[in-house]
C-alpha cells in the first residue's frame, strides 16, 4: 500500500456507496484516515469496517448533508477525533424526482437542490476554518449533466444543481487560494453505481423526452459505463500533491460521452 496521504484526514459525504464508497477505499489505501459522512446505513458501516481492516483510521457519522446542524455537528467530532482536515470529497447527491418542468413540484426541486447544492456549501463551508492553516485540496462531484450534457430530459433540478456545483467550485477556488486550499470540480458521466435508488422518474417525462440514439453505444472509449474505481483514480489525483498546481478547474471523466 502506497503512503502519499499518510497522516492525511479525509472527510467524504456519500461515502457509503458508489463513488464516495470506492474513493473512500482508494485514499485510504493511500494512507488516509476517512471520516465516512452518509445516511444511516450498514453499507457505510461496512466500508468503516473494510478501512480498519486495512489498518486505517476510520470514522462514519450519520449526517444528511443538507441539514445545516447536522453538518457542523459532525465536522466539529472530526476535529475532536483527528484534529484537522485535509481533504474534503463533497460527492452526496441523488437524481432526486425526473419531471418535466410544468409538472415538477416545489418541493422536489427544493429537494433535490439542498442534497447536491445546498449539501455541497455545508460541507466546505464547515471545512474551511479547519483547512485554513495548513492548506489542502477540496473536490466536488458534479456530473456532464448541467455542464457538457442537457439531454437527460426531465431531470431540470439534477441539472441545475450540478451546474451550480461548478461555478460554487470555481468561486471557491479563488476565494480560497489565499490559504492554499485548491478547489477541484469532477463531471462523471455514466458510472455503474447505486443511484438509481435516489431516483424517481414520474411517467410525465415521456412526454417531453427527444430520443438521442447511438447504435455503437453512448460511451466511445470503453462501449459501457464507467466503474466508480475509475472516478476514485481522478478523485485521489486531485487529492494527492500530484496535482499541486490545479485548483478552480472541472474535469470530465466520461469515456468521451459528451464529445458525441
Ligand atoms: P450512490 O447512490 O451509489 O451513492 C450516493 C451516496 O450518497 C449514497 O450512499 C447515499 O446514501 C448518499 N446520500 C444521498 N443523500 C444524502 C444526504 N442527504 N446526506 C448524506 N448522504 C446522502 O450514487 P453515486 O453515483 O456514487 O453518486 C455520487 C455522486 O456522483 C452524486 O453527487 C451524483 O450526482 C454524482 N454522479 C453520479 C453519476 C452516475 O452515473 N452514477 C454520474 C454523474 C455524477
Given at each position: 500500500?502506497?503512503?502519499?496521504?499518510?497522516?492525511?484526514?479525509?472527510?467524504?459525504?456519500?461515502?457509503?456507496?458508489?463513488?464516495?464508497?470506492?474513493?473512500?477505499?482508494?485514499?485510504?489505501?493511500?494512507?488516509?484516515?476517512?471520516?465516512?459522512?452518509?445516511?444511516?446505513?450498514?453499507?457505510?458501516?461496512?466500508?468503516?469496517?473494510?478501512?480498519?481492516?486495512?489498518?486505517?483510521?476510520?470514522?462514519?457519522?450519520?449526517?444528511?448533508?443538507?441539514?445545516?446542524?447536522?453538518?457542523?455537528?459532525?465536522?466539529?467530532?472530526?476535529?475532536?477525533?483527528?484534529?484537522?482536515?485535509?481533504?474534503?470529497?463533497?460527492?452526496?447527491?441523488?437524481?432526486?424526482?425526473?419531471?418535466?418542468?410544468?409538472?415538477?413540484?416545489?418541493?422536489?426541486?427544493?429537494?433535490?437542490?439542498?442534497?447536491?447544492?445546498?449539501?455541497?456549501?455545508?460541507?466546505?463551508?464547515?471545512?474551511?476554518?479547519?483547512?485554513?492553516?495548513?492548506?489542502?485540496?477540496?473536490?466536488?462531484?458534479?456530473?456532464?449533466?448541467?455542464?457538457?450534457?442537457?439531454?437527460?430530459?426531465?431531470?431540470?433540478?439534477?441539472?441545475?444543481?450540478?451546474?451550480?456545483?461548478?461555478?460554487?467550485?470555481?468561486?471557491?477556488a479563488l476565494e480560497l487560494a489565499r490559504y492554499k486550499i485548491r478547489?477541484?470540480?469532477?463531471?462523471?458521466?455514466?458510472?455503474?453505481?447505486?443511484?438509481?435508488?435516489?431516483?424517481?422518474?414520474?411517467?410525465?417525462?415521456?412526454?417531453?423526452?427527444?430520443?438521442?440514439?447511438?447504435?455503437?453505444?453512448?460511451?466511445?472509449?470503453?462501449?459501457?459505463?464507467?466503474?466508480?474505481?475509475?472516478?476514485?483514480?481522478?478523485?485521489?489525483?486531485?487529492?494527492?500533491?500530484?496535482?499541486?498546481?490545479?485548483?478552480?478547474?472541472?474535469?470530465?471523466?466520461?469515456?468521451?460521452?459528451?464529445?458525441?
Amino acid at each position: 500500500m502506497s503512503e502519499i496521504l499518510k497522516d492525511k484526514v479525509a472527510v467524504i459525504t456519500g461515502a457509503g456507496s458508489g463513488i464516495g464508497r470506492a474513493t473512500a477505499l482508494q485514499l485510504a489505501r493511500n494512507g488516509c484516515s476517512i471520516c465516512l459522512f452518509d445516511l444511516n446505513d450498514n453499507r457505510t458501516e461496512e466500508v468503516e469496517n473494510t478501512i480498519h481492516d486495512m489498518g486505517r483510521e476510520s470514522l462514519f457519522l450519520d449526517v444528511d448533508v443538507s441539514d445545516p446542524q447536522r453538518v457542523e455537528r459532525a465536522v466539529q467530532t472530526v476535529i475532536e477525533r483527528f484534529g484537522k482536515i485535509d481533504i474534503v470529497f463533497a460527492n452526496a447527491g441523488i437524481n432526486g424526482t425526473l419531471s418535466p418542468i410544468e409538472d415538477l413540484t416545489p418541493e422536489a426541486w427544493d429537494e433535490t437542490l439542498a442534497v447536491n447544492l445546498k449539501g455541497t456549501f455545508l460541507t466546505v463551508k464547515n471545512a474551511i476554518p479547519h483547512m485554513k492553516k495548513s492548506g489542502g485540496s477540496i473536490i466536488i462531484t458534479s456530473s456532464i449533466n448541467g455542464s457538457r450534457k442537457f439531454s437527460g430530459f426531465g431531470m431540470s433540478a439534477y441539472s441545475a444543481s450540478k451546474a451550480g456545483q461548478v461555478a460554487f467550485a470555481k468561486m471557491a477556488a479563488l476565494e480560497l487560494a489565499r490559504y492554499k486550499i485548491r478547489v477541484n470540480v469532477i463531471c462523471p458521466g455514466a458510472i455503474e453505481t447505486n443511484i438509481g435508488e435516489n431516483t424517481e422518474r414520474t411517467k410525465q417525462v415521456d412526454k417531453i423526452s427527444i430520443p438521442v440514439v447511438y447504435p455503437e453505444g453512448n460511451q466511445p472509449l470503453e462501449h459501457g459505463p464507467g466503474q466508480p474505481e475509475q472516478v476514485a483514480d481522478l478523485v485521489m489525483f486531485l487529492a494527492s500533491p500530484q496535482s499541486s498546481h490545479i485548483s478552480g478547474t472541472e474535469i470530465f471523466i466520461d469515456g468521451a460521452e459528451t464529445l458525441l
